[in-house]
């Protein structure tokens, strides 16, 4: 029996008063997929992403997760089910550490020793520990000591893909992650997304750049004024013809 998507959403609708952002968009994604979503500006990506990452509730339809239905009350509710978005800002902390931004917010503590009441941050078992995430993600990184603001671009995005790791994510959302990065660095952030499929880990991956989607997404499909117009294994299409729907709005 094939087990259920790791997420699906059925019909759904955001409304703003009488605007639809959102209008009835239904799609799956599996462990180990590469979901491209695409459309031009205004097509309701923004609006679609929030609602998986649980920053918007759905005005109607239905979200599922491994089969069941599901109401996600806010961001948390969807890390504890496993839902991690990495926005296009990063969120992370320039003059922290790799380590730190890993565990921001989840710092590890150890006792002192004849002082009980007293906890510190275990910085020797955060490095250890973020060091094991990024070693999963296959990428050339400094020790996990240095400051965050002397990384690369697409560094940077593996940090923040391994502290969505550390809070156990089975699907990332991915909001334009190789905007303004250049020819080296796209290809690692690309790297990165195929590592994340091998590993198990869904993607859904919202992109401008049509030829980025293709080499990484496994189905993609098109918005278009909050309404899917073309729902497509990506091996049936290319980046041209990818480009064509988005701007005719009908399937190729």
Known sequence: MTSP??????????????????????LAVRAGEV???CGDNGAGKSSLMKVIAGAHRPTGG????????????????????????IYQDLAL?????????????????????????LSLLDKPAMRRAAGDYLARLRIDMPPTDTPVAQLSGGQRQAVAIARALRWQARLI??????????VRETDRVLA????????????????HNMEHVMA?????IVLKQGRTVASRPARELDAVALSRMILTGQAA
């Open 5 to 26: 998507p790791l997420l699906e959403l059925r019909d759904i609708v955001v409304a703003y008063g009488a605007l639809r952002a959102i209008d009835g968009v239904s």
């Open 35 to 37: 979901l491209g979503v």
């Open 62 to 85: 239905a979200v599922l997760i491994d089969g069941a239905e599901a109401v996600l009350r806010g961001p948390r509710d969807a890390l504890a089910r496993g839902i991690a978005a």
């Open 93 to 117: 902390a320039p003059r922290l550490s790799i380590a730190e931004n890993v565990f921001m917010g989840a710092e590890l503590v150890r006792e002192t020793a004849g002082l009980g009441w």
């Open 173 to 182: 959302v991915m909001d334009e992650p190789t905007a303004a990065l250049g």
């Open 192 to 207: 990165l997304i195929r590592s994340l499929a091998e590993s198990g880990v869904a993607v859904v991956l919202v992109c």
């Open 216 to 220: 990484v997404a496994s189905h993609v």
